[in-house]
């Protein structure tokens, strides 16, 4: 095998693991009770608008930074608001966009899920990697991200 080809198969083999890695781990979090009470798509998006500074996000933004496509993230948005775990605002400079944050309801769900999701993924992350190994899996994939979407994207997770 030449050394383009070797190249070639090493970053393809690399990819499928980390993505193999992702679907696994993803199935087993998904296996805990605390996901009973919201699903791990809505918890994405309680989980991002927790850590917003402002406490409210443009719907724009918060696609950025969860993984569904625009229309899905509105049907979402609305189940969540329908459930009480999220609320709608106009902001005062732009009377044509809608602001998303949390309501109380919907902030004590993120923490409490956000609790036992971290138990879970400690668990799992012990288990298999040393701290080491964790500081050099951050690196990576922090490289990764950056390299794809720029700094500012790598920084948000």
Same mark, same amino acid.
């Given at each position: 095998m030449t050394s383009a080809a070797a190249h070639r198969r090493? *970053? =393809? %083999? &690399?990819w499928e693991s980390l !993505? $193999? +890695?992702q679907v696994a781990v993803m199935r087993e979090l998904h296996k805990e009770p605390i996901f009973k009470k919201v699903g +791990? /798509? @809505?918890y994405d998006v309680l989980f991002n608008l927790s850590r917003c500074p402002t406490g409210w996000? $443009? !719907?724009?933004e918060l696609n950025d930074n969860v993984l569904l496509t625009q229309p899905s993230i509105s049907r979402l948005v609305d189940r969540l608001e329908a459930r009480g775990l999220i609320q709608r605002? =106009?902001? %005062?400079? %732009? $009377? $044509?966009g809608v602001l998303i944050g949390?309501? @109380? *309801?919907?902030? *004590?769900?993120?923490? @409490?899920?956000? /609790? &036992?999701?971290v138990q879970n993924i400690m668990q799992i992350m012990e288990d298999a990697l040393t701290d080491e190994? #964790? &500081?050099t899996l951050l690196e990576l994939t922090t490289k990764l991200r950056s390299s794809v979407a720029g700094p500012a +994207? &790598? +920084? #948000?997770s």
């Open positions: 090493l *970053a =393809t %083999d &690399a !993505l $193999r +890695s +791990s /798509r @809505e996000l $443009r !719907l724009n605002k =106009t902001p %005062d400079d %732009d $009377r $044509r949390l309501t @109380e *309801a919907g902030a *004590a769900l993120q923490k @409490e899920v956000g /609790r &036992a999701h190994e #964790m &500081a +994207s &790598a +920084s #948000m």
